[in-house]
């Protein structure tokens, strides 16, 4: 049973620059919900999505997109990127229209921002 | 005010003993509550979920008080194996987002 995967594991990239981060969800898993972690800190909600579409946003600026396709994979880019970007991004799949639903993370992609 | 506060430790303790960790949460709408331990530079992975009436897993307790907005998790008989950082979860009410707090750091040693 295939869990949650993301790619890149790692990434450098400078600022000014443009980033495309991968997820596959859990096997059976049809939402997709991304964090940044930054040192120290408990994960930050980005955004989430359900049937192709962005159902719900945190705190983010419009930097940040992301794409869900119907295999219920997902990407997040990230533009213009800032020193303050740094951070371990993460996937995290669940099941469903309920929001009581636990999420489960991948193991993240390192993000270092030169 | 932060929407979930834990106490971020670190918590030492000896191997065996019996270690309590508590949160609060500032959102009385919220439904759902989670415990996730999270290991250095690892991603976050579930613990237990946290039921109204209080429920076990092993050696873990979860407790919910909602009049409080209180969450504790109680371990027993730690392991070395338990050395983690814990992280409390409560979900933003109306939505699907998960709140997290920035963690509890436990540290067993022999």
């Known amino acids: 049973d295939a869990g949650v995967t993301q790619s890149p594991t790692h990434l450098i990239k400078t600022r000014g620059q443009q980033v495309t981060l991968r997820c596959s969800p859990k096997?059976?898993?049809?939402?997709v919900s991304w964090y940044q972690q930054a040192l120290g800190q408990g994960p930050q909600f980005i955004f989430q999505?359900?049937?192709?579409?962005?159902?719900q946003r945190g705190n983010f600026p419009d930097r940040f997109s992301g794409h869900q396709f119907p295999n219920y994979s997902s990407e997040l880019n990230v533009n213009a990127l800032l020193l303050g970007d740094s951070a371990l991004y993460l996937c995290?799949?669940?099941?469903?229209?309920?929001?009581?639903?636990?999420?489960?993370f991948g193991d993240g992609t390192r993000l270092s921002i030169l | 005010r932060k929407e979930v506060e834990q106490d971020p430790g670190p918590f030492n303790v000896p191997e065996g003993a019996t270690v309590a960790f508590n949160c609060t949460y500032s959102?009385?709408?919220?439904?759902?509550f989670f415990w996730y331990r999270q290991d250095c530079r690892k991603e976050p992975k579930l613990l237990m979920s946290?039921?109204?009436s209080g429920n076990e897993d092993g050696r873990f307790t979860a407790q919910l008080n909602r009049a409080s907005q209180y969450i504790s998790l109680l371990i027993r008989d730690s392991k070395l194996s338990d050395s983690a950082t814990y992280l409390c979860?409560?979900?933003?009410?109306?939505?699907?987002?998960?709140?997290f707090g920035k963690g509890t750091s436990l540290l067993v040693t022999p």
């Open positions: 995290a799949s669940s099941l469903g229209q309920k929001p009581d639903q636990p999420q489960h």
């Open positions: 096997s059976g898993h049809d939402t």
């Open positions: 999505y359900y049937e192709e579409e962005e159902r």
């Open positions: 959102n009385s709408a919220s439904q759902s």
């Open positions: 946290v039921y109204s």
């Open positions: 979860v409560v979900n933003v009410p109306y939505g699907y987002a998960l709140n």
